[in-house]
């Protein structure tokens, strides 16, 4: 009997021993394969791991759609109405709305006991953005601007703001489509005639892009008047270079989208991007500057 059980007890150990080996084996066969698979990975350049990150290089390809700006209605030709006389203003003659003929006296300023001074139309129009009224100095119409402007009514064009990158992928002479809350239901046509070359304002788009006025001539204004809002549905079929990362290796703080760059020594550098839209299998279509088929930047593998 004492024979017997030392024999169950060796069984039992070399069945223990045994066990413990076919673990190490499995475990030792997906470590290896794991490592070939990432060296493979790595040594393609493709895909690197590094914590909760994972590095790619970006794909280039190209990209085109249908871009929308907002803007407004407004007349063809504004002109302001200023003067260099002295003295005060005495008498306005005009109001809001009116239309003036070219020579139309508008206002009249005297300076002391000095007759006064006629300011006229130099173009005939409709007066806009009345600012001058009886009483006040020269040095008060010289800090408000022009006392007023004029404006042809007869010809109505929009105004339409764009992001600078969209702005430089427009050609004049292409034509949009426009459409307005003023007029539901209708859509109107017109052709790009030109840009500004300066920003149109301080504002800027979520990304922090400037944005540059853009002007379209109607092929028929309809019922569309000065001031009524629209918004252009602008094609634009070539981006130029654009790159196609994975959604996760894209992030956007407070409405501005980054990238993170992974440089040769290591180090990763911020980048600002421009996010064009969303491919079909997910990935993000991006512009940058600083960007190239060679760029290698990160993803976050948490997300």
């Not at 063809?76 to 020579?103: C, F």
């Not at 139309?104 to 005297?110: G, N, S």
């Not at 005939?124 to 100095?137: F, H």
């Not at 002479?173 to 239901?185: D, H």
């Amino acid at each position: 009997m004492f024979f017997q059980s030392k024999k169950n007890a060796d069984t039992r150990q070399e069945m223990k021993l045994r066990t413990a080996a076919y673990a190490l084996i499995i475990i030792a066969a997906v470590v290896l394969g794991s490592g070939i698979f990432m060296f493979a990975a790595h040594e393609s350049g493709l895909l690197k791991t590094t914590g909760a990150y994972t590095t790619t290089r970006l794909t280039p390809g190209s990209y085109s759609n249908t871009v929308e700006c907002a803007g407004s209605v407004m007349p063809i030709r504004v002109t302001d109405v200023s003067t260099k006389t002295k003295g005060a203003v005495v008498a306005v003659y005009v109001k809001d709305g009116q239309y003036v003929k070219q020579g139309t006296v508008l206002f009249e300023m005297q300076d002391g006991t000095d007759e006064p001074q006629a300011i006229t139309a130099s173009v005939s129009g409709t007066v806009t953005n009345l600012k001058v009224t009886a009483g006040m100095t020269s040095d008060q119409l010289a800090q408000s601007g022009p006392a007023m402007q004029i404006a042809d009514m007869n010809v109505l064009i929009g105004v339409v703001q764009a992001p600078e990158y969209v702005s430089v992928l427009l050609e004049a002479g292409q034509y949009v489509s426009i459409t307005s809350t003023a007029t539901p239901g209708v859509c109107y046509q017109g052709m790009l005639t030109g840009f500004s070359k300066n920003p149109s304002s301080s504002s800027l788009t979520s990304s922090g892009q400037a944005l540059y006025d853009a002007s379209i001539m109607f092929d028929d204004s309809g019922k569309l008047e000065v001031g009524d809002p629209i918004v252009a549905q602008m094609r634009i079929d070539d981006y130029g270079q654009v790159f196609y990362v994975p959604a996760n290796a894209v992030r956007e703080v407070d409405g501005v989208a980054y990238v993170d760059i992974v440089r040769a020594d290591g180090t990763i550098e911020q980048h600002q991007i421009e996010l064009l839209g969303t491919s079909e299998d997910g990935s993000k279509i991006v512009k940058g500057n600083m960007l190239t088929s060679e760029t290698t930047i990160r993803a976050d593998l948490s997300e």
